[in-house]
């Protein structure tokens, strides 16, 4: 019988991550590296070691609204101190992602500016220091319609594609999938949430034996955001 097996490992991080940090550097330290390897990133680290890190005073609820609307290219729905806002790279998600867990008293981490340059950055660095065929997803935490709780998704990837396209192949029953499209970066982005703790400290998440089929061109900008003309409630 073959067996498909998925392997996740992670490693608390010992440092504070900061404008500059160097963050292939800490993943080759603390990760052996193989062939066909992906390798989730929060977003928090993506954003601090970038530089998107801004000062907020905690009392002032006029200056973060303007700081949301700053950050949204259009305000969805809003009940008291939470808006539902599309943020300028197309993600529906709470406050622009705007977060203010795990950084200093009084700053706040911003969305990466673009989160897909972000990880094919990373991963051309990655690439440079290994030689091996490799993925980046950098994730974040959203909620979901309609649904309690909240799950770690994808919003930056490289050397992965996003989207396994079904449609037109065939069930073990022969009949032909119509509309079957697996969002493969997100199903990476909340297995390797399973293993990370929001205060341990576990930023980097290998993840081991995904199908390298998957490995590939593409980006959540391009092929897991939907745009306007195929959804119904925007």
């Known amino acids: 019988m073959n067996q498909l097996r998925l392997q996740l490992f ?25 062939d066909g390897d992906i390798i989730v990133v929060t977003q928090k680290v993506i954003s601090k070691a970038e530089g998107q890190v801004v000062s907020v005073d905690d009392d002032d ?3 973060f609204d303007a700081l949301v609307r700053s950050e949204s290219r259009r305000i969805l729905r809003r009940r008291g101190t939470l808006a539902i806002t599309e943020t300028h790279h197309g993600f529906v998600c709470a406050n622009a992602g705007i977060d203010r867990s795990n950084t200093d008293p009084g700053t706040v981490t911003l969305l990466p500016v673009d989160p897909d340059r972000s990880a094919l950055r990373l991963l051309h660095q990655l ?11 950098i994730t974040d935490t959203f909620g979901r319609t309609w649904r309690s709780g909240v799950t770690d998704v994808a919003i930056g990837v490289a050397g992965l594609q996003p989207i396994a396209d079904l449609r037109g192949t065939r069930d073990h029953n022969g009949m032909t999938l119509q509309a079957t499209e697996i969002c493969i970066a997100d ?8 293993i990370k703790r929001k205060d341990g400290r576990t930023p980097f998440v290998l993840v081991r034996g995904v199908d390298r089929s998957h490995l590939g061109h593409g980006s959540i900008g391009a092929d897991v955001v939907r745009g306007y003309d195929f959804d119904l409630f925007r």
């Open 10 to 34: 992670t490693n608390p991080l010992d440092e504070e991550i900061v404008e500059g940090t160097d963050l292939a550097a800490l993943i080759v330290r603390d990760f052996e590296l193989a």
């Open 61 to 63: 609820q006029e200056s």
């Open 127 to 137: 690439q440079y220091r290994t030689g091996l065929q490799l993925g980046v997803v």
């Open 187 to 194: 199903e990476i982005a909340g297995a390797a949430d399973l």
